[in-house]
């Protein structure tokens, strides 16, 4: 029996918009952190305001901070997130076989993308606010082809490939109890556990991958990721950074 985390709030909608429009609506409201759960979106969005389908059934939720760090240390909660959401998998499935973490935001279970995480924020530029933070987890269905980007990692569902039934609700149970542990830990000692903890679960570490940025595309080996969550990639120009990318096998 999980229990839900001491000072995180939580409210579970029928219907919304979006979780993160929701969020930005809310936060200035909310005394701690808080959760939303929708069991309808009916305009939820991934990253790079790529449309994010939410068949019945499915995870879409955001946790709302109000973190007390510059940006891009707030930033590194996806991270947080990624971790938080494979224990949660783990938790309700009772394995990890199949499952790894995808840079920059990605879950994948059997190869193909079964959870996605999306960051935003709201406040003066250089001083944030509220850091939102989006999850999408296909429990029961997958979208269709047509809503998928070229050559992008297929997607499946936790039901189609473990034949465990979650409900969103059961699901939330899950998340925000492993969330709460990360963030603990990352408050307190730092990204460089999170850091760790992630890369041991990376997918593809060590294989060579390709990091398509809006312009240009980079091949090399994926060596790691650096303190700053940067990938880092080993090629034929030599060692190189990346700071944000879509990445493909």
């Known amino acids: 029996m999980m229990s839900w985390p001491d000072g995180y709030g939580k409210r579970i909608l029928e219907e919304v918009d979006s979780t993160l429009d929701e969020a930005a609506r809310i936060a200035a409201g909310l005394a701690g952190p808080e959760w939303i759960l929708a069991l309808k979106q009916t305009k939820g969005r991934g990253r790079r305001g790529r449309d994010w389908k939410d068949p019945k059934g499915n995870f879409a939720a955001t946790l709302v901070l109000r973190p007390d760090d510059p940006p891009a240390r707030a930033a590194l909660r996806s991270f947080v997130a990624a971790l938080a959401l494979y224990d949660a998998v783990e938790a309700v499935t009772g394995r990890s076989d199949g499952l790894a973490l995808k840079w920059p ?4 279970l059997n190869g193909g993308k079964l959870a996605g995480i999306l960051l935003e924020s709201n406040g003066r530029a250089g001083d944030l606010s509220h850091l939102f933070v989006g999850i999408g987890v296909n429990l029961v269905e997958t979208p269709m082809k047509e809503w998928l980007e070229p050559n992008a990692v297929w997607p499946v569902s936790l039901h189609g490939e473990t034949g465990v039934q979650v409900t969103p609700e059961m699901f939330l149970e899950a998340l ?18 999170i850091q760790t903890a992630w890369l041991q679960r990376a997918a593809r570490l060590g294989e060579v991958i390709t990091a398509k940025t809006g312009v240009e595309s980079h091949e090399g080996t994926f060596e790691t990721v650096d303190e700053e ?9 030599g060692r190189i950074t990346v700071a944000a990318a879509d990445i493909f096998f």
């Open 229 to 237: 969550g940067n990938l880092v990639l080993n090629t034929a120009k």
């Open 176 to 193: 925000a109890e492993a969330y709460a542990r990360y963030e603990l830990q990352f408050t307190t000692y730092g990204f460089a556990p």
């Open 105 to 108: 935001n990605d879950v994948l």
